[in-house]
């Protein structure tokens, strides 16, 4: 779907997607998107932050990415991990077979077949969707 071209057309969007907004917000949300830069919210608990989000991912045809923050939460569970068990397979089977090639199986090990995507590296990827983190 094609971003909004005024703010008219983001209030009518949230509207179709059943979020009522207001002209300050919607100017907020078209100003992000026409910059292409992102749209932080802040605010108490059940005051919207969430269903704008579901809103303009809808709206958009975008993908929405929840993230939930909390004090113990570090990179690997945000951002990205190795997956340990595959790599594991790959190498015993290298040495099973008798594979030399050490660069080869390294490379191969931390290529983009192996990495588990969490939300904030999903949400940079070329294919944009909307990140909601609390």
């Known amino acids: 779907m094609s971003q909004p071209d ?3 057309a983001v209030q009518k969007m949230l509207g179709e997607q059943g979020y009522v907004c ?7 949300v078209f100003l992000s998107l026409r910059l292409g830069r992102p749209l932080f919210l802040e605010g108490e608990a059940g005051v ?10 809808s709206g958009l045809g975008r ?12 990179a ?4 990205y991990e190795w997956n340990f068990p595959a790599q ?20 191969e090990l931390f290529s983009g077949d192996y990495l588990i995507r969490r939300p904030l590296l999903e949400a940079m ?9 609390w």
């Open 6 to 8: 005024s703010i008219d």
């Open 22 to 28: 207001g002209r300050a917000l919607a100017t907020v």
């Open 48 to 57: 919207g932050k969430t269903e704008i989000a579901k809103a303009l991912a």
């Open 63 to 74: 993908r929405l990415i929840r993230l939930q923050c909390y004090e113990g939460l570090d």
């Open 76 to 79: 690997s569970s945000a951002v």
């Open 88 to 107: 594991m397979v790959a190498i015993r089977t290298a040495e099973a077979v008798g594979g030399s090639d050490r660069k080869g199986l390294q490379e």
């Open 125 to 133: 990827e070329p294919d944009p969707a909307v990140c909601r983190c």
